[in-house]
Structures are given as C-alpha cells and as structure tokens.
C-alpha cells in the first residue's frame, strides 16, 4: 500500500508559478510518479511523469518548456514545479504511483494503482 499526499496548490493569476509536492509513505519499491490534472467538468487528463530513478521524465505537450517535474528519494517526495500557468490549468491534480511500471514512466491513468486525494489549483485570469 503506497500513500501518497499532495500539498502546494491555491489561487494564481494567469503567468504565475506554483510547486506541487506529493510525499510518499508505504513500502519502497520500485514504481513511476505521475501528475494528472481533472478541470471542471473535464476527465483526468495526464501532465507530467517521472521515474523511479528521475532519470526518465515524460511531459503533456501542453506543459513542456513550462513545468518540471522532479523527485527527491530521500524525501520519498515527488515535486511538479508550474511555471506560466494558464487559467485552462485549472482544476484538482492528482498524484498517482503505478507500482507495474518499472524503470520507466507512464501517462496511463489505468495504470496507476494508488492516488493521492487531489490538490486544487486555480490559475485567475
């Protein structure tokens, strides 16, 4: 059982950045991270994944050249850094393990296993 927790959203206006952060708690094992991002009245859609290592990252085209995501293994923590947001991000994102993967990284929802509750993020315009 891996438990994930977000923490980091709130209100920005448009152009503005803000760091998402998920800390991991369970078993260590080898599994990918990854970010989605559900809009109001949208389904989940994929933003950003990372290895195990963080060697291997893979980004939404909508996101790349503007956010980072990382991971810090000591800390158990993965980071999603959002820089020039759009009020089209807004919405719950969600962190998520996908304990199949491993090595590499997925931007499959049906993949991930285990979920964090979601932080919001509002970007005004």
């Known amino acids: 059982q891996v438990n994930l927790v977000e923490s980091g959203g709130g209100l920005v206006q448009d152009g503005g950045s803000l760091r998402l952060s998920c800390a991991a708690s369970?078993?260590?094992?080898?599994?990918?991270t990854a970010w989605f991002r559900q809009g109001p009245g949208k389904e989940r859609e994929f933003v950003a994944a990372?290895?195990?290592?963080?060697?291997?990252?893979n980004y939404a085209e909508s996101v790349k050249g503007r956010f980072t995501i990382s991971k810090d293994n000591a800390k158990n923590t993965v980071y999603l850094q959002m820089n020039r947001l759009k009020p089209e991000q807004t919405g719950v994102y969600y962190c998520?393990?996908?304990?199949?993967?491993?090595?590499?990284?997925?931007?499959?929802?049906?993949?991930?296993?285990?979920w964090g509750q979601g932080s919001q993020v509002t970007v005004g315009s």
């Open positions: 369970g078993p260590t094992t080898n599994y990918a």
């Open positions: 998520a393990a996908a304990t199949a993967i491993i090595g590499g990284t997925t931007s499959n929802l049906d993949v991930c296993d285990y």
């Open positions: 990372i290895s195990w290592s963080g060697r291997i990252t």
